[in-house]
């Protein structure tokens, strides 16, 4: 439910939704996100082994983790939080160079990040 309520269904069209394909969550990462971050339920099963979700007021972390990789998802509800999300999670497990957007506002955002 917390995923389809407060990541998916909460973005117009998406346009707020940065993503990776990335390596396997690390021990220091999820330390990181639990220290920074409040943990929403942990789930087992598909999409990924596990499914981990945090946020800070309306910045959302959604990870499906696997043996093998990790498929992060954040999001936020303006440009700005989304960039602070972006730039605080961005050293964690190398992500940044992993980040993409299927939305144009959302490559603009990470383009304008990575020039600084």
């Known amino acids: 439910m917390w995923d389809y309520s407060v990541v998916w269904a909460r973005l117009p069209s998406h346009d707020l939704l ?4 990335h390596r396997s969550l690390s021990k220091d990462a999820l330390a990181f996100l639990t220290n920074q971050f409040r943990s929403e ?16 007021g309306d910045q959302r972390i959604l990870i499906w983790a696997d043996p093998d990789e990790a498929d992060w998802f954040l999001t936020a509800d303006n440009e700005d939080s989304l960039a602070r999300l972006v730039r605080s999670v961005s050293p964690v497990d190398a992500l940044g160079e992993a980040l993409w957007s299927h939305r144009p506002q959302g490559e603009a955002l990470l383009a304008k990040l990575r020039q600084e």
């Open 41 to 56: 339920l942990v789930t087992h099963g598909w999409p990924g082994d596990t499914q981990y979700r945090f946020f800070n």
């Open 18 to 21: 940065i993503q990776a394909q």
